[in-house]
């Protein structure tokens, strides 16, 4: 998500035709994008793979990942490579000992800069998230589905004044308590849709089961597509610090974003279009031990959690009311 205005402005002022090199699971969120000549795959046989890259003949290898496979890539092929600053030794000061030498940029405008000498500059115009028109939800239809007998819900729903909910995340450091989950959305009187993959929907069924009849759990039923559609049309999103947070600042959506373990200062907050910021961050910020890690943890390292407990769900709420009742 966080490299399509680096595509769409390669494109649009270099007139390049790109190749994506990326993993299987990522490939959906690629293919649809018309800035996007070809997606390559990163298989099990690592020489195979590069052995077809170099058939291709490449001008010019941007490396926006910077580790020791996309390296091996660079050396594989020949090519003239050009990378960018991962700030690893910023983020080490920080996770390490809370020394705060972090640029004030964000991601994108780092992965820009690495273009600067090739004359490509950014457009100003956000992130890109194209979804297919066969995938895209028709919340009408699913308000009838989901709030059949109730008016109410019913109602909001189908003119998109919904909130999309994201419960998941990719560790569990970066997701809030279940119980404060519930809080929030018992809390809130407007239809919820919780977002999540098939590993979400345990959780997401106990949210349903406790958080009111105004609540449909929808992890693990969509598609990403689908998913991002139903981001699309929501009159605000509550996320943790996941793909489906930018894919809501692609669509330049009201956010509440949730930090846990890490922190909005590593540069990977909500990235909107210029002119528009949209997002309030909620995180408990007087932590010593925060942030533990650039990425997350299964559990809270030091067993307290504070920094997801600490989250004071009444101002969640309020931010959220303010929101919804003043688009």
Same mark, same amino acid.
């Given at each position: 998500?966080?490299?399509?205005?680096?595509?769409?402005?390669?494109?649009?002022?270099?007139?390049?035709?790109?190749?994506?090199?990326?993993?299987?699971?990522?490939?959906?969120?690629?293919?649809?994008?018309?800035?996007?000549?070809?997606?390559?795959?990163?298989?099990?046989?690592?020489?195979?793979?590069?052995?077809?890259?170099?058939?291709?003949?490449?001008?010019?290898?941007?490396?926006?990942?910077?580790?020791?496979?996309?390296?091996?890539?660079?050396?594989?092929?020949?090519?003239?490579?050009?990378?960018?600053?991962?700030?690893?030794?910023?983020?080490?000061?920080?996770?390490?000992?809370?020394?705060?030498?972090?640029?004030?940029?964000?991601?994108?405008?780092?992965?820009? #800069? +690495?273009? !600067?000498?090739?004359?490509? =500059?950014?457009? &100003?115009?956000?992130?890109?998230? /194209?979804?297919?028109?066969?995938?895209?939800?028709?919340?009408?239809?699913?308000?009838?589905?989901?709030?059949?007998?109730?008016?109410?819900?019913?109602?909001?729903?189908?003119?998109?004044?919904?909130?999309?909910?994201?419960?998941?995340?990719?560790?569990?450091?970066?997701?809030?308590?279940?119980?404060?989950?519930?809080?929030?959305?018992?809390?809130?009187?407007?239809?919820?849709?919780?977002?999540?993959?098939?590993?979400?929907?345990?959780?997401?069924?106990?949210?349903?089961?406790?958080?009111?009849?105004?609540?449909?759990?929808?992890?693990?039923?969509?598609?990403?597509?689908?998913?991002?559609?139903?981001?699309?049309?929501?009159?605000?999103?509550?996320?943790?610090?996941?793909?489906?947070?930018?894919?809501? #600042? +692609?669509? !330049?959506?009201?956010?509440? =974003?949730?930090? &846990?373990?890490?922190?909005?200062? /590593?540069?990977?907050?909500?990235?909107?279009?210029?002119?528009?910021?949209?997002?309030?961050?909620?995180?408990?910020?007087?932590?010593?031990?925060?942030?533990?890690?650039?990425?997350?943890?299964?559990?809270?390292?030091?067993?307290?959690?504070?920094?997801?407990?600490?989250?004071?769900?009444?101002?969640?709420?309020?931010?959220?009311?303010?929101?919804?009742?003043?688009?």
């Amino acid at each position: 998500m966080l490299t399509t205005p680096v595509l769409r402005c390669l494109h649009q002022q270099k007139d390049s035709e790109i190749h994506f090199l990326t993993k299987k699971n990522f490939q959906g969120i690629l293919l649809p994008n018309p800035y996007i000549h070809q997606v390559h795959l990163l298989g099990a046989d690592f020489s195979e793979m590069l052995a077809a890259l170099r058939k291709e003949k490449f001008d010019q290898i941007i490396d926006l990942h910077q580790n020791l496979r996309s390296w091996r890539v660079r050396m594989a092929l020949r090519a003239p490579s050009v990378g960018f600053d991962k700030i690893n030794w910023q983020k080490w000061l920080m996770v390490k000992f809370k020394w705060n030498r972090l640029p004030t940029i964000h991601i994108v405008h780092r992965y820009l #800069a +690495a273009l !600067q000498p090739k004359g490509v =500059s950014y457009d &100003g115009a956000g992130l890109d998230y /194209f979804i297919p028109p066969d995938q895209e939800l028709d919340p009408a239809v699913l308000a009838d589905q989901y709030f059949s007998h109730q008016e109410n819900p019913r109602n909001l729903m189908a003119e998109g004044k919904y909130v999309a909910l994201v419960i998941g995340a990719a560790h569990a450091t970066k997701r809030l308590p279940i119980s404060k989950i519930i809080a929030i959305c018992k809390a809130l009187q407007f239809p919820i849709l919780l977002l999540g993959g098939p590993g979400d929907q345990e959780t997401g069924k106990e949210i349903e089961n406790k958080g009111g009849n105004h609540i449909k759990n929808t992890a693990g039923s969509y598609s990403l597509h689908q998913s991002a559609s139903l981001v699309r049309q929501a009159a605000l999103v509550i996320t943790h610090d996941t793909g489906l947070m930018h894919i809501a #600042a +692609a669509f !330049q959506k009201p956010i509440i =974003s949730i930090w &846990g373990n890490t922190i909005p200062e /590593f540069g990977m907050y909500p990235f909107y279009r210029d002119g528009m910021e949209r997002n309030q961050s909620q995180e408990v910020k007087e932590l010593s031990c925060r942030p533990c890690s650039k990425i997350g943890f299964s559990e809270c390292p030091k067993g307290h959690f504070k920094c997801m407990e600490q989250i004071d769900v009444s101002i969640i709420v309020v931010q959220a009311h303010e929101k919804l009742l003043n688009p």
